[in-house]
């Protein structure tokens, strides 16, 4: 779906800001929904629980993915279980830091 794929590319345009990696290869986001109406429920997570810039995080993807054409709203949930570690990187994401 082109949506999926816009949504995609507009949250690799936000970088976590600890670790200069965008959030999206970085594993920060578990799903990504979109419904009929073209509605997108995001569910993330922060790779520390107090991150202290975490409501500009969570702004800065909102702002990113209504941006994208056709999307209507944006809803985010910030979860914390499953906790975030490094093996939900991608390869991408682990070559850019050094740790493959």
Known sequence: MNLQRDI???LRQVFDPEIPVNIYDLG???DIQIDDDHNVAIKMTLTAPN???A????QEVHD????????VDV??????EPAWDKSRM???ALAELGLL
């Open 55 to 58: 409501d500009q995080l969570i």
């Open 90 to 92: 991608s390869e991408e």
């Open 75 to 80: 809803r985010i949930e910030l979860v914390f």
């Open 8 to 10: 995609v590319r507009a």
């Open 51 to 53: 991150c202290p810039i």
């Open 64 to 71: 990113a993915v209504k941006d994208v054409p056709g999307v």
């Open 28 to 30: 920060l986001v578990y």
